[in-house]
């Protein structure tokens, strides 16, 4: 009882000490978030006042309500009320009429229907009108803990925390003086059973704990899957792209930018759907499904985004300077890869061309009763030209004539143009394009260097890729090329031909610090060529057998690829195979921690990085932030919750954020890239 009575005193204690406290701060809070509430609102209504103002001013009365209306939509105003000359418009239903302000008020709130609305009521021109916002309402702390069941839950939940607290120092105390007490209360060598119950519940505490941790690391890097998941199918939304660049540049909504549309339809898709019955529906699923996984990883590769799919029919945006030359090299490689698959219908097997057509001018965004929407020429204009195609068993890109100025290097134009006729829309002249450029009659065209970054299919890749081995000199802008294609899935044969081009530099006379170079960026392309989901013991066993002794760089790739690759793998090695004597690079310094870490993290090795980057030596410090940055990159993946148990890493993340914000710092490419993806 003894116990009990003085655990009781302590909680007691704590509750006086904490209570006060606790309170002034709910206060606080609170006010801070009825001032917050109340800025809030006379932003709101500033900011829709000068928008209607400005239209208003113009005379343009049905703007200002559209705009008013979408205010109202986004819950940005409660009531407008506008009366013009010959018309008004008001919502909701009741509010045709100005609020009774006096002449000299500006401002003044109002209970309609039981709810309290403040009224800002303005006179622009020959226009009277009003708009309101919900009156923010400030209660008492006492009134909030009546009414509010998650406060008062939140408010228990600290002050249960703040004994919770207490007690672990306590029970912290006991197991610092644990072997004090032991040998106390020991007896005969032995120790009282009440000792050994402590020791277990201590240990088993412990071990849950331990669980508990792995559980939420395990849990927080699902999530981080399914977010960057998530991620991937929002950055080739054209829609959400748009209003991101609205948002981060301020935009005014109607948005208008120059880009190339292009659409790609399956011919006779329309003619296999009417003929197959109900039993065979899945094969129309297939084509579709085909059609848009092509369409994502080549739209990926080509940067471009998606504006909709609509059955087989599939549209994209570019917004580059270029935006047509990628719009013509989307369109040219998804209708040959797709017309190379064989489909299996009513158990013949049947291949399928497509028609494509693409074209370029402004498109505006807009906001539409059912969300957003784009309007264009281009959107149009596209969609004549599909219908304009006349050619069916082949692939065709129907373009005018004008937009084919911009993208001849790619393609192989007819002798002749040919008469579109659109429906209320002007004739144009065009092309019916069968043919493409394609990379090997392009390798020996002075313009091969220019039109690489337009051939960024699986068979651009392979062609790619051999060349590599076949140049005599360095294949510089080649690898920048490969370098540039980000892909998310990929077919065998691109792996084994990157497995090929491994063994091939491997080979090669690598007393040569030019052989070295290019064997290690050969090595680096498996980061962004080979997805981790098709990477296997054939791509492993091809950098594990990367010669260690030439040069810090090589290792450096081949740990980088494999850290981001197969982790497992590269923590079976033996660390010291990777140590090359004298290295002034720096690089087996970072090396070895990057090993390190991928075994196992501890404080030693943050310490051990900001003593590298804190060198006067410039590579060893450049060498010790690209190892930071790896490691912190690995485990932000891989287990996130465990960085943040460690106190040197706050150190090295905030000079890592300073050096990045830093205009002195000069850094590679590659360092600066690896900076900015912290």
């Not at 033996?574 to 690089?587: E, L």
Request: with cysteine.
């Amino acid at each position: 009882m003894k116990y009990l009575s003085d655990l009781f005193k302590i909680v007691v204690f704590v509750s006086i000490m904490y209570m006060p406290l606790a309170w002034w701060s709910i206060q606080d809070s609170m006010a801070t978030i009825d001032r917050i509430a109340e800025e809030e609102t006379i932003t709101k209504l500033t900011n829709a006042q000068k928008v209607t103002q400005s239209y208003l001013e113009k005379g343009d009365m049905l703007e200002a309500c559209m705009r008013l209306d979408a205010e109202m939509q986004a819950r940005n105003i409660a009531t407008y009320t506008v009366i013009g000359p010959e018309s008004s418009c008001y919502k909701p239903d009741g509010m045709s009429s100005l609020p009774p302000l006096q002449e000299t008020e500006t401002m003044a709130s109002f209970v309609v229907k039981g709810i309290a609305l403040t009224f800002v009521k303005y006179e622009t021109g020959d226009f009277k009108w009003a708009i309101s916002v919900h009156t923010p309402q400030t209660i008492n702390i006492i009134e909030r803990l009546k009414t509010n069941i998650p406060l008062r839950k939140a408010l228990l939940s600290d002050f249960l925390l703040v004994i919770y607290t207490v007690f672990t120092f306590i029970l912290c105390a006991v197991l610092v003086f644990a072997e004090s007490i032991q040998n106390r209360y020991r007896k005969d060598g032995k120790d009282p059973v009440w000792i050994k119950v402590l020791s277990k519940v201590f240990s088993f505490l412990q071990l849950n704990d331990l669980k508990i941790i792995k559980s939420a690391t395990t849990a927080l890097v699902k999530q981080n899957e399914d977010l960057n998941k998530d991620i991937d199918l929002l950055q080739t939304s054209l829609e959400h792209s748009i209003l991101n660049e609205i948002k981060k540049n301020n935009h005014n909504i109607p948005y208008t930018f120059f880009g190339t549309v292009s659409k790609v339809d399956i011919n006779g898709f329309s003619k296999v759907v009417s003929a197959i019955d109900a039993s065979g529906t899945s094969v129309t699923e297939q084509l579709t499904l085909s059609l848009e996984n092509f369409g994502c990883e080549l739209l990926q590769r080509y940067e471009g985004l998606f504006e909709k799919t609509i059955g087989d029919e599939i549209v994209v945006v570019f917004k580059q300077s270029d935006s047509a030359l990628r719009a013509a090299a989307f369109s040219r490689d998804l209708m040959f890869e797709f017309s190379q698959i064989a489909f299996t219908i009513d158990n013949d097997h049947r291949k399928f061309t497509l028609k494509s057509a693409i074209y370029s001018s402004d498109i505006t965004f807009s906001k539409r009763t059912a969300g957003y929407g784009f309007l264009g020429t281009a959107l149009t204009f596209t969609t004549r030209l599909m219908d304009a195609v006349t050619i069916k068993d082949k692939n065709v890109l129907c373009l005018t004539e004008a937009q084919s100025t911009n993208v001849a290097d790619l393609l192989a134009l007819p002798k002749n143009t040919e008469e579109f006729k659109f429906k209320n829309m002007p004739v144009q002249r065009g092309y019916q394009v069968t043919q493409f450029t394609d990379l090997p009659e392009l390798s020996t065209s002075e313009k091969f260097n220019d039109c690489l970054m337009y051939f960024r299919a699986d068979r651009h890749i392979i062609f790619l890729l051999n060349q590599l081995s076949a140049t005599p000199i360095y294949p510089e802008n080649i690898l920048k090329s490969l370098f540039s294609i980000q892909v998310n899935k990929t077919s065998e044969e691109v792996i084994q031909t990157w497995i090929k081009a491994v063994e091939t530099f491997k080979k090669e006379d690598l007393t040569s610090a030019e052989k070295v170079f290019v064997l290690a960026q050969v090595i680096m392309l498996g980061k962004n060529l080979v997805p981790t989901s098709q990477w296997g013991n054939e791509a492993t066993k091809a950098l594990l057998t990367v010669p260690r002794q030439i040069q810090g760089r090589l290792n450096a790739s081949v740990i980088e690829v494999l850290m981001d690759k197969d982790a497992a793998a590269l923590s079976s090695e033996d660390q010291n195979s990777f140590v090359i004597a004298n290295d002034p690079s720096g690089r087996t310094q970072g090396n070895l921690l990057v090993f390190r870490a991928a075994k196992k993290l501890d404080n030693q090795i943050f310490d051990e990085l900001l003593k590298m980057i804190k060198s006067p030596q410039a590579n060893i410090s450049k060498s010790g932030i690209y190892a930071a940055c790896q490691i912190i990159q690995y485990y932000k993946v891989h287990s996130p919750a465990e960085l943040e148990t460690y106190s040197s890493y706050a150190k090295i993340i905030q000079l890592l954020h300073y050096l990045k914000a830093s205009k002195k710092a000069h850094f590679s490419e590659r360092l600066h890239e690896r900076l900015q993806s912290l």
